[in-house]
Nanobody, 126 residues
Framework: QVQLVESGGGLVQAGGSLRLSCAASGRTFSSVAAGWFRQAPGKEREFVAA????????YYADSVKGRFTISRDNAKNTVYLEMNSLKPEDTAVYYC???????????????????WGQGTQVTVSS
């Protein structure tokens, strides 16, 4: 089992930046791929970014490529999402996730994801 707890959400103006953190506990963190998804009101949960077990590979949704950066520190059991040039359409609840599949097999879809955090709200005002 992996328990995930997000932090760092909040209210920011368009063009601003936020850094989300996700602290993991339980299973050895380097044994799981990690990532971020988001869900806006009335919309389905969508993929944002994913990172392989040791951080060597990253994957991004087209909508955030070039603006968001995912990273992880296995010594601290933490995965991060640095979000720059935020837009109002980035407003959503952001969920940290982890999966026992390799990142290249798992990224892009929330389907059958093994572990989820409780979510943190990000609101971008125009």
């Amino acid at each position: 089992q992996v328990q995930l707890v997000e932090s760092g959400g909040g209210l920011v103006q368009a063009g601003g930046s936020l850094r989300l953190s996700c602290a993991a506990s339980g299973r050895t963190f380097s044994s799981v791929a990690a990532g971020w998804f988001r869900q806006a009101p009335g919309k389905e949960r969508e993929f944002v970014a994913a990172i392989s077990r040791w951080g060597g590979r990253t994957y991004y949704a087209d909508s955030v490529k070039g603006r968001f950066t995912i990273s992880r520190d296995n010594a601290k059991n933490t995965v991060y999402l640095e979000m720059n040039s935020l837009k109002p359409e980035d407003t959503a609840v952001y969920y940290c996730a982890a999966d026992t599949r390799a990142a290249f097999e798992w990224w892009g879809t929330p389907t059958n994801t093994d572990y989820w955090g409780q979510g943190t709200q990000v609101t971008v005002s125009s």
